[in-house]
């Protein structure tokens, strides 16, 4: 039986926006990210008001990779990464997306950042844009609603592309290009960190604003595909899709017909037009039902059949449990809403804990599109504590990590092309969607908290030690 490959890509996962901190170090521009306060990353405040004092900006100093990376980097070969997911700061390369020439100092540290990494063997994955777009762009064009936004991100991607053509092999056009679509029905526009629309604000973005924006981000994803085989033919280049499986509450057809329009809306409309290079089917009737006109261009569609991806990458975190029956008991905090899967256990933030479901997305996943996969992004957000002697004891997420482990060796008998696993925050960094440091993923703690104090050393927690035996044992030690 099939069994994890022998050049498998363990590692972890991090964003610049959450991790590096310095934003406004050696020229970089603030992105829209450095714009989000605390207590509310993803619904932040309007930043034209007076920054009330003691307000603190989760990107601004994060965990401060900027100044810690060699440290960083030197812990995550001691656990065996064979990969290390990152994604550069597009304001350090290009501080308001619009200049004509990149800024050295950005492209610099980035070097330096690849060549610590190949140093141990550790090949980089980088996310090309990761809730980092330029806010001057957000200011200027309403971000990805305005059309100019591929253009200057297509600048950028070339940029990055010819300068480390020699260091990075495998990218990742957006982060969660899908987010945007979850927003109906939730709190959280997360269309507006993504920068999707319009200046920082309380109030949700259109529908319409979304799915013009993410029509944008579709043609720039596309043509930077094309432009990256151009640059380096051995270039691999995916997409990454923030999965939300459904299941029905009850087996009454309608709640099945529920799960397929939520999987439809939430994963598939995004993921075919970047893996098949066309809008689904059901596209049509969702415009039309949600009163979306998309504005093309003459060629829009042909681009998207030219730049379709390598390979498909995605985040998973928690099934979601789908009815139409407006008796059931809701979730709180899963963040598709949804109701109480009763089988299931949730995080502490409410996010049900699903490790089969990612078995069965897997298959999913693959019996769909056939090319191969990798989980980008997997853990548990946890309130850590750091006892007396120094130690952290998180077995919970070592049994969270052995849990879907196993599954997805599940997946992998089953047949399917799974190219490696980067578990979210393997260091501890700022949460994207709370803006905290309580809630932590890492298998390394930083000593840094939300009123700012810490003096960001970094500790190894126990479960540092078990992910080194996972990857030297390729899987087989759990
Ligand atoms: C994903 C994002 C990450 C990350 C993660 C965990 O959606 O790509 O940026 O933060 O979720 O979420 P959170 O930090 O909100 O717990």
Not at 16 to 26: H, R, S
Request: proline residues 3%; contains cysteine.
């Amino acid at each position: 039986m099939k069994t994890f490959r022998e050049d498998f890509l363990w590692g972890g996962a991090t964003a610049a926006n959450q991790y590096e901190g310095a934003w406004d170090v050696d020229g970089k521009g603030a992105s829209v990210s450095d714009m989000c306060t605390n207590g509310s990353h993803t619904v932040p405040k309007r930043v034209t008001t007076a920054i009330e004092e003691g307000t603190l900006y989760p990107s601004h100093e994060a965990t401060d990779f900027y100044h810690h990376y060699k440290e960083d980097i030197a812990l995550f070969a001691e656990m065996g990464f064979k990969t290390f997911r990152m994604s550069i700061n597009w304001t350090r390369i290009f501080p308001t997306g619009m200049e004509e020439k990149p800024l050295e100092a950005g492209l610099q540290f980035y070097d330096n950042v690849f060549d610590e990494c190949l140093k141990y063997g550790i090949e980089p994955l980088v996310t090309i844009s990761h809730y980092e777009l330029p806010y001057a762009l957000v200011e200027k064009y309403n971000g990805w609603e305005g059309r100019e936004c591929i253009q200057y991100y297509l600048n950028y991607c070339e940029t990055i592309f010819n300068r480390y053509k020699n260091k990075v092999k495998y990218w990742l056009t957006f982060n969660e290009i899908n987010a945007g679509t979850m927003a109906f029905g939730n709190v959280l526009s997360t269309g507006t960190i993504q920068g999707y629309s319009g200046p920082i604000t309380e109030v949700p973005d259109s529908v319409q604003a979304r799915y013009q924006a993410l029509h944008h981000m579709f043609v720039a994803s596309a043509k930077a595909v094309k432009m990256g085989h151009e640059i380096n033919s051995d270039f691999k280049i995916g997409c990454m899709i923030a999965f939300m499986t459904s299941y029905p509450y009850t087996c009454n057809p309608t709640d099945m017909l529920e799960v397929q329009r939520a999987m439809r809306d939430s994963n598939w409309y995004c993921s075919d037009v970047q893996v098949r290079g066309a809008y689904p089917a059901f596209a049509e009737r969702f415009w039309e039902e949600n009163n979306i006109s998309l504005k093309m261009e003459d060629g829009d569609l042909e681009v998207l059949k030219e730049g379709t991806v390598d390979y498909y990458t995605f985040s998973y975190y928690m099934s979601n449990c789908v009815t139409l029956d407006p008796g059931a008991e809701q979730t709180e905090g899963n963040l598709l809403g949804g109701v109480k899967n009763p089988y299931l256990k949730a995080s502490d933030w409410g996010w049900q804990i699903d490790p089969q479901g990612l078995h069965y997305t897997l298959n999913e996943i693959y019996g769909r599109y056939n090319i191969p996969l990798m989980v980008v992004e997997n853990g548990l957000g946890a309130v850590d504590k750091l006892e007396e002697d120094g130690t952290v004891n998180d077995d919970y997420r070592i049994n969270y990590f052995r849990d879907h482990i196993k599954e997805m060796e599940e997946a992998v008998k089953d047949g399917v092309d799974l190219m490696g696993y980067t578990p979210w925050g393997c260091i501890d960094l700022v949460s994207a969607s709370t803006g905290e440091m309580a809630k932590r993923y890492g298998f390394i703690y930083v000593d840094k908290y939300d009123d700012g104090t810490g003096d960001l050393s970094r500790r190894k927690k126990k479960s540092f030690d078990w992910y080194k035996k996972v990857i030297s044992s390729n899987g087989k030690n759990l």
